[in-house]
């Protein structure tokens, strides 16, 4: 028989920071006898708005539900079309598609993994309803020419902004955070691989506060008379249905987590942003590799950190090698309209995707986490200058 195995440590991809004042947090909801929507949810949407200088934010079950009320009150409706990325995690289109409309896919920019404004006005046609626009793994769009060509052609600006709690953006010489309201609803994640985690979930932030009703009338089924109002009531209150509704409400349990994950973020950015510094510091010093840019214009909380590679390295073939190095990785960003989920919807691409595809390709992403050691840094940097020698560009 051969030697035993050794359990080999790896280097994960993200790893959240969660600690005992979160179990406390979730302790003392559970206690409350109140672990459904309830004065949690209300504390985080209070805390949430005032953090990111939102007068509203909604809690839901997930930002691809957010995603969904926000495009169900701006009017995107069955037949409509809304213009998009194909560069981001599918459910970006599908939340459209939940509606009945067509997701329209323009390509991004090439350096900063984001949709490139010069390409939405030639996508709008007359059954364009909306822009929806990602700020990926972190990164702010440019929000300054992306609202200025909604608001010329009277289009709705939607913000899927899933990994970009605690981004900036430089607004008319201030520096503003990503859910300030630039559009006109912002979208935020609190899955695992988020700076913020409450297990899963999501956030609205708006300016519209008729907006920011329906999004709690439908969050609850389309229920008359939410579960707080009712539990306070000295009188007896029958509740209607007054619109058809959804089941995308969050617990008390999970917003006392991000309660407490809020108070971290502070902390979180710092760390995350440093480290990202570094990172660009060393990865300089391999040859092809090419390190993410941060435009002048805005300061990106590093959700992940995603790096191209050389172009005679194989992408399999490098990310294996890093595996067996103990590093985990992902490819790049995925492209929605190459899934069999959008094959039968060839309309949704008009235009070539050429630089959506080559992110897709010729990028992945390194580990980043807020606990992450400069030594394991190292670790992974050096596992990237070995990958790049040994690596061809086709190992199959």
């Known amino acids: ?48 708005a005032q953090y990111v200088g939102a007068p509203h934010a909604c809690a839901v079950s ?16 069955e037949s409509d079309e809304v213009i998009t990325v194909s560069n981001s995690f599918i459910a970006s289109a599908n939340a459209i598609r939940y509606t009945g409309a067509l997701p ?5 920019e090439p350096y900063y993994c984001n949709i490139d404004p010069g390409k939405i006005e030639q996508a709008i046609t007359p059954k364009t309803r909306a822009i929806l626009c990602v700020h990926q793994v972190g990164m702010p769009c440019d929000l300054r020419n992306i609202v200025e060509i909604a608001r010329k052609n009277g289009l709705p600006l939607i913000e899927d902004a899933a990994c970009a709690i605690g981004s900036e953006i430089l607004w008319r010489d201030r520096w503003e955070r990503i859910g300030k309201p630039h559009g006109d609803v912002a979208c935020f994640s609190f899955h695992p691989r988020k700076l913020v985690t409450t297990g899963d979930g999501g956030m609205l932030t708006t300016a ?11 969050r609850q089924h389309g229920m008359s008379v939410p ?16 619109e058809f509704g ?13 309660r407490e994950q809020l108070k971290r973020l502070p902390a979180m950015l710092e760390r995350r942003r440093m480290l990202a510094a570094r990172y660009c510091e060393l990865l300089s ?67 070539p995707l050429v630089e959506s595809e080559t992110i897709q390709d010729r990028a992945i992403v390194l580990p980043l986490y807020h606990q992450m050691t400069e030594s394991e840094q190292d670790q992974v940097v050096a596992a990237v200058a070995n990958a790049c020698a040994l690596v061809p560009a086709s190992a199959h």
């Open 208 to 218: 519209n506060g008729d907006w920011d009703q329906k999004f709690r009338l439908w």
């Open 246 to 258: 959804y089941n995308y409400r969050m617990t008390d349990i999970q917003a006392a987590v991000g």
């Open 285 to 351: 010093e391999i040859p092809g590799i090419g390190p993410p840019k941060q435009p002048s214009w805005a300061r990106s909380n590093w959700q992940t950190y995603c790096v191209r590679l050389p172009q005679h390295c194989d992408q399999r073939s490098f990310m294996q090698k890093l595996l067996d190095d103990g590093i985990s990785t992902r490819r790049g960003v995925m492209c929605a309209h190459r899934e069999p989920a959008y094959a039968g919807l060839p309309q949704c691409v008009r235009a």
């Open 62 to 77: 997930s930002c691809t539900t957010a995603l969904h009320l926000a495009l169900r009150a701006v009017g995107v409706r």
């Open 1 to 48: 028989m051969g030697a035993p195995l050794v359990d080999r440590k790896t280097i994960p991809v993200a790893k959240p920071w969660l600690g005992e004042e979160e179990a406390a947090a979730a302790r003392r909801a559970i206690l409350s006898g109140w672990v459904t929507q309830g004065p949690e949810v209300a504390a985080f949407e209070r805390e949430f």
């Open 104 to 108: 329209v896919f323009v390509d991004v």
């Open 227 to 242: 579960d707080a109002v009712r539990h306070k009531a000295t009188q007896v209150e029958f509740e209607d249905f007054v």
